[in-house]
C-alpha cells in the first residue's frame, strides 16, 4: 500500500459513519504537528466512505471546506461522518474528527464525478512558465536549519514526498525573499503514487506560507481553506502555484493552483490565515 | 430599522443559541428564492449572537463559507449556532438554519475583529478602472423579460439594492455577451444602510452568475461559497467585480472582489457552482 494511503486509512465502526483513524507521524509539518492538508484529506476518506455506506454514489470530492478548531495531534483520532444530502450529482457530508474526545478538524464536503478526460468548455488558466522537475530538483537549495522544508532529523513530512523549487522562488530558504510572495513547486509523493482527486486534498495544503516569500514571520497558521478538486490528474508530477494577495489587519489569504502533468487546472484552493507583521 | 437589518434579524430563544427568522420576500431572486448571501447573513446574525452570549467578543464575520443542503424559502426559520471555539483573536460558529424540520443552510463562521482605517501591509489590488456611479445609472439598460435582475413584477431584491452595472459589462441583459465572464457594478443598499461587515456577507452572492456573460445557460446553483472580509468598508457604494474562472465538466468557479469608496479591498469571495452547457 501507498505511504499515503497508509496515513490517511479510516476503518469503520459498525455503524457505517463512524471511522478511526491514525494520524502519522510521516506527514508532519514539524514534531508532532500533522499537516493540514494530511488532515483534511484523511477527513475526506472518511466523508466519502460515509457517503457511500448511505448510498450515495460520487466517487470524487469535488469542494472541500475546513476549519481547524484545536491543535491537531499525531496518534489516533475517531471521524464522525454526517451525509447531509445525497444527489443525483452531486452529494454533501460533513465530517468532524475528534482526538481525546476533543472536537480537531471540521470539514464539509461535496463530492460529484469528474471525467478523466475533461477539458475546459471556457475559461481556465495554463500552467506558469517554470523549469522541468529535473532541473529544478538539480538546483535544489542545500536544506536550512531545520523545520519543515528544511533540513532536520525525526519524520516528517518532507521525506514522504518530493517537491522540486522553481529555483526563482526558492531564495526565501536561505532568507533571500523576492517579496513577490509567490511559490511554485513540481510535486509528486515520494513512492510515485499517483495524485488523484482525493490526494489532491492533501497536495493544496502542501507548500510552505507564500508569505514567507514577502516577511518573515512566525508560521502562518490556516484559519480557514477551501478546496475546489477540477478534474482527475494525468499521471505524472503536477505543478504547483501558491500565491499571497493581501496582508492586513493580522489576516492573509493565500491561493493555490495545481496543473497535471498534460497542463490540465486540476485544483484549486483559497486560504485565509493569521499572521503577525 | 433598516430594510436589510429588518429582513436578517433573529429573536434568541431562552437557551442563546437558538434563533427564529423570517426569511423576507423582499431579498429573493425568483419567486419564493431567497438569495444566497441574504440567508448567510441572516445565519452569519444568528451565529455571532450565540458567539457573543458565549462570552466571545469579537464584532466582525472574518470569513464564512456556506452550503445550501435544500431549497431555501421564504417564511420562518430555526438557526441553531454552536460555538466550536471562543478565542482571544479569532472565534469559530458554526450555524444550521432549518425550515420545516429540514436543514436548508449550513455554515461556519470565523469572527475577529477588524480595524476601521486598516491598510494593506503588503499586497492587495486597486479596483477595477470604470466609470463613476452615476454614469452607470444613468446608462442603465432598459429591464428585460422578467427575472431577478430584470424587469418582472412582484417583491424581490431588485428593489431593495441599488445596482449599477458598468455599461462595458451590462450587455447579457441584451444577451449580448463579451465572452470575458466578468461583471462590474455599483452597489448600495435601497435606504442607504451602510455596507458594513456583516453585510457584505449579503452583497458577495448580490451579482447574477458571471458565466451569463460567456454562455446562456438555466440557473447556476452554487454548491459552495467562501467569503473573506477584509476591513470595514468607508461609507458610500461599494464596487463588485464578479468572475467567472472555469467552466468544466459540470462546474464553475467565481471569484467576487469587493471595493469601499475610498478603494480598499473589503471582501473577497470564492464559489463553485453548478453549470450545464
Known amino acids: ?37 494530511y488532515l483534511l484529506a484523511t477527513v475526506g476518506r472518511a466523508a466519502l466512505a460515509g457517503l457511500h455506506a448511505a448510498g450515495g454514489d460520487q466517487p470524487h ?3 472541500a471546506n475546513v476549519q481547524y478548531v484545536a491543535s491537531p495531534e499525531v496518534g489516533p483520532a475517531v471521524i464522525e461522518a454526517e451525509v447531509m444530502r ?4 452531486a ?35 495554463p500552467p506558469p512558465d517554470m523549469p522541468s522537475e529535473e532541473e529544478c530538483l538539480a538546483r535544489r ?21 518530493q517537491q522540486a523549487f522553481d529555483p526563482d522562488t526558492s531564495g526565501w530558504m536561505r532568507g533571500e525573499r523576492t517579496g513577490k510572495g509567490e511559490f511554485r513547486a513540481w510535486f509528486r509523493f515520494a513512492d510515485d503514487r499517483p495524485v488523484d482527486p482525493l490526494s489532491l486534498l492533501f497536495v493544496v495544503d502542501a507548500l510552505p506560507p507564500a508569505t514567507f516569500d514577502v516577511v518573515q514571520t512566525g508560521w502562518v497558521p490556516t484559519l480557514d481553506l477551501t478546496a475546489y478538486i477540477r478534474a482527475v490528474p494525468a499521471p505524472g508530477p503536477v505543478r504547483m502555484r501558491f500565491r499571497a494577495g493581501m496582508i492586513q489587519d ?20 483559497t486560504q485565509l490565515a493569521g499572521i503577525r507583521v
Open 1 to 37: 500500500m501507498a505511504a499515503f494511503d497508509d496515513a490517511t486509512a479510516v476503518r469503520p465502526r459498525g455503524n457505517g459513519t463512524t471511522f478511526d483513524a491514525d494520524i502519522s507521524e510521516n506527514w508532519t509539518i514539524g514534531p508532532g504537528r500533522p499537516n493540514g492538508g
Open 61 to 63: 470530492p469535488v469542494s
Open 86 to 89: 445525497v444527489g443525483r450529482s
Open 91 to 125: 452529494s454533501q457530508v460533513r465530517a468532524v474528527m475528534r482526538q481525546h474526545e476533543k472536537t480537531t478538524v471540521e470539514a464539509t464536503f461535496i463530492f460529484g464525478r469528474l471525467h478523466e478526460e475533461s477539458e475546459p468548455f471556457w475559461g481556465g488558466e
Open 141 to 161: 537549495p542545500a536544506p536550512g536549519p531545520g523545520g519543515p522544508f528544511g533540513g532536520g532529523d525525526g519524520p516528517s513530512m518532507r521525506t514522504s514526498i
Open 250 to 269: 493580522g489576516f492573509v489569504n493565500e491561493v493555490m493552483d495545481i496543473w497535471d502533468s498534460r497542463g490540465r487546472l486540476v485544483a484549486q484552493s
